[in-house]
């Protein structure tokens, strides 16, 4: 806020005011708007008083926790605005209902802090393929091990898995494992040939289809949220979109419902 104050201050004072130009000798009047896009989930957090990201609001565009985003997949749209945010972080400082602190943290829906910074209603494309494709690659590994049909397998029993799934994607497409997902990597995964790759590995035809589908209707989605301009540069897909996040939705929550019982991760549950 130190840096930022100031810059904020500027803005709202160019905001409220007219520049006023004269053009071919007639009198023209501009106002400013300032677009706060760009921001990846942790800087929107900020810059909106909302908890950090591993609050149980998992969302920075709905008022969702993470059980109810598992719960329910689809059937979200984007209502936080910085207004209401605004109205919500009064409500948190004056406690005007004197209501208990879970009772409070429920009506403001994880505003604790003061928003300083109006952001855009947006999605940080290169944090939700790292955040997606790190999903995939659990996935992965948990289709390998048969996941679905077991109860807490031992952590040495996961470290096989894991390692089978580097060893074939080594081998198979010259991918080397990486500490921590990154850009690189994860458009290297989210492919058809990576899940083919993968699929040579997984015991039963059925789940090998499920992995299937699950890639092509994200490769089907994912030009939406990655380009500048989707309605200009893939149509189609806008249109599919909606049909294509619900199947996407219908999947994780029947097929590998043993990963997403009660919890799901921000940008999945974004996307």
């Not at 997949?73 to 948190?92: A, C, D, P, Q």
């Not at 995939?136 to 996941?147: A, L």
Request: charge should be positive; include cysteine; hydrophobic fraction near 35%.
């Amino acid at each position: 806020t130190a840096i930022l104050g100031p810059v904020v201050a500027e803005r709202r004072a160019m905001k409220e005011s007219r520049l006023i130009l004269s053009i071919g000798g007639l009198l023209r009047s501009f106002r400013f708007f300032f677009r706060g896009t760009g921001y990846d989930e942790k800087m929107v957090r900020e810059m909106e008083g909302l908890e950090a990201s591993g609050s149980t609001y998992i969302c920075t565009l709905c008022d969702s926790t993470r059980a109810k985003a598992s719960q329910n997949m689809v059937l979200h749209s984007i209502t936080r605005s910085h207004e209401e945010n605004l109205e919500r972080y009064e409500i948190w400082r004056t406690n005007p209902f004197s209501e208990s602190a879970d009772e409070l943290r429920d009506r403001v829906k994880g505003v604790s802090a003061k928003p300083f910074m109006e952001t855009q209603p947006t999605l940080d494309a290169l944090h939700c393929d790292i955040g997606n494709a790190t999903e995939f690659y659990k996935i992965f590994q948990d289709e390998i091990g048969e996941m679905y049909q077991k109860v807490n397998p031992a952590r040495e029993e996961r470290r096989r898995w894991r390692s089978a799934l580097d060893k074939q994607l080594r081998k198979k497409m010259k991918l080397k494992p990486v500490m921590r997902m990154n850009g690189n990597f994860a458009r290297r995964l989210m492919t058809r040939e990576a899940v083919e790759v993968v699929c040579e590995l997984v015991p039963l035809e059925e789940r090998r289809k499920a992995l299937r589908e699950l890639m092509e209707l994200y490769l089907q989605m994912k030009p939406v949220w990655r380009s500048t301009c989707p309605a200009r540069d893939c149509p189609d897909q806008v249109c599919r979109y909606s049909f294509n996040s619900q199947r996407f939705a219908e999947l994780l929550s029947t097929t590998f419902k043993y990963r997403y019982d009660g919890k799901i991760t921000n940008y999945l549950h974004k996307t």
